[in-house]
């Protein structure tokens, strides 16, 4: 089988989406079928191999603010004659922008089926850069449209497709979960990590992701802050880039709470990433906006149990008490139910290894449904 999978997420990867479509290429690769991805062309190398994937790199300008490029693959001249000498059965797009109208276009050319995978709450992207709810009402609609083109819909989550449902999609949905393959870990890298950043032995709090203020920061350096003030000893640790780094970290000092917290950036190495996962005690993570985070998974398959908003569509899989923790968007509240966690060491270990067990679904078997999804395409196609 020939796969092209479409993405404005550049690589190398720092956002979850475009750890998605990597996830896909390489177990894609690995099921012995043959399999390309489609992204924005790097700025400081000409790499087209990720670990042995094939990367079309296509022309972009860079978004003011974000990591993010708008991607040109229509104009760009090399891009397309690298893809028409591409042999192609079936198109995945996971993008409804740039990336998801050039994969649709390659479907259309050569007359292949092309699945669409909703991952976002656009509409919620839209709102925070125009501010205006009729733009961002008509940037939904043409998001609609875009997947209406699809021969399939995909989300990743139950609440993931009941948003898109929400935007005025009709057409039938196809659940596809992310996956997760268990982090790369050595046991004698932990000494070397808590060295490396300096960590004390106090409880660990963790948040991996996007710096960016949609994620809800906010409550986790507020929470950070009641927990100095009920006197609770603690690291609070960042790991991600964004556009709103610079704000979180001018916001931790303004609350008092800079001497317990640490911001590492990007970690591109999954074995530092690991040592920090196995060093803390939960992963907070409050977003709203998320709806099905790899990170989430991450934790879960190295037995660390994650805080979420009771409610949030992140927080689908999580049963309270059970295989993590679900709180409120009160910091007071957060901070006396934290030290409650983490006070009880033998329920936080049930709880972490409940986690492993049941959100921590190895890639290779979502892989496999998605390739029977692929395949009866493909049979319905001929």
Known sequence: MYVAQYTDSGFPVVDGVGRVVEAYAYNIAKKGHSCF??????????????????IIGFAGLPIPTTQYKLGIPILDIAFNAKI???????????????????????????KVPLI?????????DFYSVTKSKILSEIGVNIIVDFY???????????????????????????IMENGADEMPFNESSLDFVRKKFNLS??????????MSWKKNQMLILETAAALTELNFDYNLIFVGQGPDSDEIKAKSEELGILKNTLFTGHIPEKEILSALYKLSDILFF????????????????????SLLIKGSNAA?????????????DNAKSNAELIIKILNDREKLKIVGDNAK??????????????????????????
């Open 148 to 174: 209406n083109k699809c021969d399939e819909v995909w989300t990743v989550s139950n609440s993931t497709a009941e948003t898109l449902r929400e935007y005025g999609f009709q057409k039938e949905i196809i």
């Open 116 to 124: 669409g995978t909703f991952h976002s709450k656009y509409y919620d």
């Open 286 to 305: 409050p977003s709203y906006y998320d709806n099905a985070p790899m990170v989430l998974r991450e934790a879960a398959s190295l037995n660390l149990p």
């Open 201 to 210: 032995m106090s409880p660990t709090i963790l948040f991996v992701g996007q």
């Open 316 to 328: 689908e899989s999580i049963t309270d008490g059970f295989n993590g923790f679900l709180c409120s």
């Open 357 to 382: 067990d049941t959100i921590a679904k190895p890639w290779d078997k979502i892989i496999d449904k998605a390739l029977e999804r692929y395949q009866s395409l493909i049979d319905a196609n001929n």
């Open 84 to 110: 028409s000498k591409e042999q192609i059965d079936i198109v995945h797009v996971h993008s409804p922008f740039s990336a998801g109208t050039a994969g649709h276009l390659t479907a259309r050319l050569r």
């Open 37 to 54: 991805i489609a992204a924005p062309r790097p700025d400081k190398t000409d790499r087209d191999k990720l670990e042995d994937i094939n």
